[in-house]
């Protein structure tokens, strides 16, 4: 299945900046992540309880530079919103798994949607042939992402799992 959508962020009408995170963010990235409630983390990371400390050791192993990771900020400079396209290959073939979160104020504006289609734009651009997602089904808004981006989805107990190709560039 094909990946739709190449939109950026140059439409969204909202006061949020969306830009590559950069070393100096990386505390503006743990501050948001750290915000999440506890049902948010659980399904941001697809796990039961995510401590704080499990927080920012994730935060401490994002490969800025490596990865495609784009933060949404308010007016303010707060981080509001994090996409993480794990970059990795199989078999030469390079492939990106996404991850997102948005702060719960800033929920049902299409931000992830936006997100999802910045990291699919990057993806293809950096020659990633493939994007891959995973949330618990509970998750119905990071579904609908999904779906939204044309990626076929596939239940695994009480998982789902997502992809799509990439279009060459």
């Known amino acids: 299945m094909t990946c739709q959508g190449t939109e950026l962020f140059s ?8 830009r590559a995170v950069q070393p100096i963010d990386s505390g503006a990235v743990q501050d948001h992540l750290l915000r999440l409630s506890t049902e948010d983390r659980s399904l941001r990371f697809s796990a039961g309880v995510v401590k704080d400390d499990t927080v920012r050791g994730y935060v401490q192993r994002i ?13 303010d400079g707060t981080v509001v919103g994090l996409a993480h ?10 492939h990106v798994e996404t991850a997102f979160s948005v702060d719960a104020a800033w929920r049902g504006q299409g931000l992830a949607t936006r997100l999802m289609q910045a990291v699919q734009v990057r993806a293809r651009a950096a020659g990633a042939r493939r994007v891959l997602g995973m949330c618990a089904v509970r998750n119905l808004p ?18 789902l799992h997502a992809h799509c190709e990439l279009p060459s560039a």
């Open 63 to 75: 490969r800025l530079g490596h990865d495609i990771v784009i933060c949404l900020l308010d007016g």
């Open 142 to 159: 990071m579904r609908r992402v999904f779906e939204g981006a044309g990626m076929q989805l596939v239940r695994e107990d009480d998982e």
């Open 11 to 18: 439409n969204v009408a909202s006061p949020l900046t969306a």
């Open 85 to 94: 396209g794990c970059m990795y290959e199989v078999l030469g073939k390079l």
